[in-house]
């Protein structure tokens, strides 16, 4: 409807003329708090703003919603792939498991899974346990997986215990950590051997893709998972998560059961104009590789000063082991994430760059490490 | 931050100078669907753009969120009302509901009430019967709610019942009618009697509190409810509702328990910013004040064609009564939501205005109404 | 394994020679206030005690739940009928329905149907809605289901309301009225038309198979239903309903629901070896059939007596309208339970038969009416 | 109501005279296999036929309830105690946990714990979290407990997670193992400095109260915990768990939310005269005190043949450490549980006792073991 000059210039109107917003300078404090710390993309907010008066019907059923599901298809190469968007990490996971389990079925998750330690209960909440099974940063392992799961089916007692009914992995985990092509695809034939669907929470999934040491791509992601979703909220979204079921495998009424846990948002076309524009032009790889950019020189940044890493993590989260004293210091100049305690005098900090972090912003970081 | 001056000049930019977005002219046909088919008030994308980048922590814990809430509070005239901001109408029904009851606690409610009705059972998936009451145009009685409640404590075996621990009201109702505040005075008496709370649903608030046929205020509603919300979603923001507990009665961690049904968002700033500028300047009142003007243009257009009314509305939702000859040759021209049936041949319709109701929209719309 | 000689001797020995027991004569006061008010038939005693030290395994795989179900087969003439046995009556309305409905389903129901009103609204803690239809004197009828079902399915927001997935009828219902067979195959039919089952609460079961005025034989409930309980808490047992898939159609790891909640008793035995002795010797039907008779006689009672009956009441259960002052006198000498108030002067009580009602008590009661 | 010379003079006629069910003797095979796999002491059986007729309300408001309640008062020393009486131990556990847990705490609990595994997720299924702590031969440390509850409340994003709002412990563990009083104190101090309840569940504690190796008592767990059970199904009942509030701490309308889920008996007779009888002239603790000693001579033979022991287990079920190969020998003769896998050629078994093993049962064992 508009043409691209109209839209270009129109962007430049609103972000270059007035000179504002274009970067964090003059905010109270450098953050790299969180990859969720910023609004969304420009892009994302010149299509919200051009669409806006366009009467459209709710609940997901607009063409703007249409759109980005068919965007998403193809960045999957699935054509068969049902779409569905929901606003944020843990009503995701919370819908996903839930609509897709048995109830007398949990999920099993690496200990350190979002679900099973920073979602408030909220998988428990309901119905489901969450199975732990051994995380090695953040991962779990197929070997590991297929041990517990026989375990669980040569108990005599298999019926009086929670049924492993699906596998929750995260890709970045909460670590950054990635999994290899190869090690997915053990997971994905752990899981097909047991028939239960695997899950990949992809949250971060945009800077997962991008890192320059993976090998799984969208479409890989889509061949070996049952059902996965592409963050948005972490990724350039002022919210959003969009759940892909790439083999048909929609529950049915998924719909209806979004609405009944309240996930259903009136106004749907605020997701498909988001996910459309991100699915237009690459926007979602190239944001993501940015944040990866600016995650590897914070990483130089910190290895240049020759501070230790705990995990080696090659994604936009990097986590550092300082001395508590430099921590105290620290915080006065940037914000960044207390992660754990290391030992008596070190602390885990995380640092976690985005779409949204500047040069500047890597820039006035290096200048604070000494 | 910015100056009034610099603002107005922007959003002169943004929506004047480029001359798009301030209609629906050029839209695939006219709409009275609903109040929730059009994006949010210039004024809100304003404020998010120029918010945007800013870095802010989350999950409601960011300036916007305590600015808007400082604002909604002197709404309210109640300085010690407790705030919280969620996505949706069914959500925060289900959130506030299932975290004021007890687990053998169910909310009585209009047998037409959104949550008995409209929800697909949110309230019911959260463990809570919803208690139907006979509704009046929507509305439910004092001497009616009276009775139930004393019907049932007076029963002997009370205790193998579903304990009435809320009452729920909407106003406007889903038929767009309004407690008088004597009315809600009674009801309020009701629920004192009773030691249970009541809950107003204000989806649609706005428009109720600027119908020209209402003594109910923010003010008032503060002082007769135990927990209501102030709607968003159809009143001008892209999504949220505000949950104001006016009586230092908001439950112990809220947000747990909001998170816990997947409805905290990460980027809580969405909604501060979003009720920060629909509570400055009196903008929520103004653009609800708009949609009344319009709907009462709506209502004269049909009256003055002696099209007979289902329910005499006095707020943004009309309900008319047309012959299904006239439905099929309007639904041609106009979008309009199919109500029920009336007798053979006739059937009630809904036409909803909104603050995004243009002029235009109404003089198209008295065009094709013979 | 013992002979029946001995088993006769036995009884005789702890029934017949110590001479007590066999009536309520020397109990507080004489009491129809329900059919639950004793323990057990006496056959079920001996049974449990000839029983008592065999070691058997838990959990319902001991011979005697094996021995039970085959019997209750036989009865139903339905040898493909799974069975599964729970304690009571809100337990197995629990563990069946939401066992069988999927999460965004909810049940039909008569509005004065048990799970609508007096279980505490376990229904809905399992997270699924009552759909009320109107009851008359306890029952539904087909034409008004059929309407609603259509109705619902009609509606081009069906989505965002509670589908009907299951249909829950009594039988006797709880106003004791008995469905003909020809209600029954319509209701059958409108549940097969929109593809739900069709679930018969029996927890009086025997006691409307034994009415004189019934066509409805224990194989036609099997053939028309696809689920029902046999209800033996209410027929003679110390606990235990007998729930009946006909269809093999018992939802896949029954078993785990129950455990879930909570349902799952470890010595399984006693409630196999309940119902396998009363599906011996037709005990279940010819301990009905003695209350049936008892409460034919309470019917004459008051009929001879001029009280008028508020339902006219082929089984165990009889409504019968008094006034207030003969209340407060019965009161006195005689348990019963008041059902509701019929006008100022006047109460609706009720009077229940069992398997337990000797004719000492009845002509007790005879005694007691003027 | 009966002399207690009628009453002996009825139980010998009923078990000795006729010289039956007195031993397991003549049964297909002798079997450890568990605590549940006779049905219940005789005593209790006499005493449900001698109460059998009598008509008494029902759910638990019968004077059987009442004079069992009064009796469990006087045996915890403990005269404000409230007690319930509700069916299994699954059931127990989520009722008692449910309802006095908050909808975002969930309860610490041993890894081990028989709530966290073997309960069908009946905990997760009531929407709440079992966080788990490391167990040590079943036991949870009141020192790691407490480091955990510091650890969760210093975490800035702890109302992200689950709250710990309940302790449970297992007493005797499902490893047989029992807490000193020191133990019980260290760990009730810890949950009183964070006010917790602390939950124990009794589903074997007659046997853990009449080990020789136990310094605790029914007084003293009344005072150190919050809610408990003792345990009637594994230990002479037929069925039945006494929960017992100490500390007129019963949440209100407890017997409502057992009636949500299924767990009030109509018939609470059933329950009531059970715990009357083993509340009698301390027919808990003789019985108990029966398998202890039954347990010890079983602990003697193995023991005598120089079998390893997997734990030293002071109650009434005894983990054995055995040759896969004399597994397979033993297996024809007699029935016991396979606990876990020890190495390769070696499994760990467990043999139960209970009130009703008798000494001719551990004399056909003695004969198997060389």
């Not at 905010?27 to 919200?48: C, N, T, V, W």
């Not at 109830?103 to 350190?112: D, I, L």
């Not at 479409?219 to 979703?229: G, L, N, R, S």
């Amino acid at each position: 409807m508009y043409t691209e000059i109209i839209m270009d210039l129109y962007r430049a109107l609103i972000f270059d003329k007035l000179g504002i917003n274009h970067q964090t300078e003059g905010y109270e404090m450098l953050s790299f708090e969180s990859d969720y710390i910023q609004g969304a993309h420009e892009k994302i907010l010149s299509r919200l703003i051009e669409t806006n008066m366009e009467p459209l019907s709710g609940y997901g059923s607009d063409k703007y919603c249409e759109s980005a599901k068919e965007k998403i298809r193809r960045a999957c190469d699935c054509e068969e792939a049902e779409i569905f968007f929901l606003m944020g990490g843990t009503q995701t996971n919370q819908v996903v498991i839930s609509s897709m389990l048995q109830s007398y079925e949990g999920v099993a998750a690496a200990h350190t899974g979002h679900v099973s330690v920073h979602e408030a209960g909220a998988i428990e909440h309901s119905g489901h346990k969450v199975l732990t099974i051994p995380g090695h940063e953040g991962k779990i392992d197929a070997d590991e997986l297929s041990a517990y799961l026989k375990t669980y089916w040569e108990d005599v007692n298999y019926e009086h215990m929670v049924f492993p009914g699906m596998v929750y992995i995260s890709h970045p985990t909460e670590y950054g950590t990635l999994y290899t092509e190869a090690e997915l695809s053990s997971i994905a034939k752990v899981c097909s051997v047991y028939h239960i669907p695997l899950f990949l929470d992809g949250a971060r999934l945009g800077y997962g893709l991008m890192s320059p040491k993976t090998d799984v791509t969208l479409p890989k992601i889509a061949h070996y998972c049952d059902v996965f979703y592409i963050g948005g909220t972490k990724v350039g979204a002022l919210c959003g998560e969009a759940v892909v079921f790439p083999k048909k495998n929609m529950p049915p009424h998924f719909l209806t059961m979004a609405k009944q846990k309240g996930a259903l948002l009136a106004k749907g076309r605020l997701l498909g104009v988001q996910f459309d524009t991100l699915f237009t032009d690459d926007l979602y790889y190239r944001i993501s590789e940015h944040a990866i950019a600016m995650a590897e020189k914070v990483k130089e940044i910190f290895r240049g000063k020759n501070r230790r890493f705990f995990i080696n993590s090659p994604t936009n989260q990097q986590f550092i082991i300082l001395e508590n004293k430099e921590i105290e210091d620290l915080k006065k100049y940037v914000k960044f994430d207390i992660w754990e305690k290391y030992d008596e005098n070190h602390t885990v900090v995380r640092f976690a760059t985005s779409w949204a972090t500047s040069e500047e912003d890597v820039e006035n970081l290096r200048a604070l490490i000494q």
